[in-house]
């Protein structure tokens, strides 16, 4: 039988850009944006604080954008502060690399796994599915969810007795199934 374990969001992950009033290079968005339209040309912005300072950077989203090339309902969701859409947003290439920031994942995700019933068995087959894009861990990953160590992991890994078609060494950000043979 296949387990679902799921990787989800539990809040915005942080910024990570050099904070230019002091040497924190960590900022947390609220998911507040400002929109500021001049003539017919748009500039959007996500806004962020910095975690030591407090002094605010602008993340942009929208760079003198002709008002008409701009889907309304993008619009509305700026002016509305959606805060689904600064989630959205950070989780686009295309936006981290224009305003040149990483993402920091700590503390703001939870793993799933929906019960421990399944970890008596002899033979476990998961399937991990990540409801965002979150770098994780594979070891840490199944070590919280099986309730081992991790060198207890690397062990299984070593021996064998826990494969995956994917490298479980490094970080993964995209669905993946093991199975562990006790
Ligand atoms: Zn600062």
Do not use: Y
């Amino acid at each position: 039988m296949l387990n679902i374990w799921v990787v989800a969001p539990t809040c915005l992950p942080l910024v990570l850009r050099r904070c230019h009033t002091c040497a924190s290079e960590r900022f947390r968005t609220s998911g507040k944006f400002r929109v500021n339209a001049h003539h017919k040309l748009i500039d959007a912005w996500l806004l962020a604080l910095c975690t030591a300072c407090g002094e605010t950077t602008k993340l942009t989203v929208l760079e003198r954008m002709h008002v008409r090339s701009v889907r309304p309902e993008l619009l509305d969701r700026l002016h509305d502060n959606d805060p689904g859409l600064a989630a959205e947003l950070l989780q686009d290439p295309v936006v981290r690399r224009r305003n040149r920031i990483a993402l920091d994942w700590d503390n703001a995700w939870r793993l799933d796994t929906g019960g421990p019933d399944h970890l008596d068995r002899e033979v476990i087959d998961v399937s991990v599915r990540f409801a965002a894009r979150i770098p994780v861990r594979p070891v840490r990953l199944i070590a919280e969810g099986c309730g081992l160590a991790r060198a207890e992991v690397e062990r299984l890994i070593t021996d064998g007795r826990l494969v995956a078609a994917v490298r479980l060494s490094g970080k993964l950000s995209g669905d993946f199934t093991f199975t562990l043979k006790r």
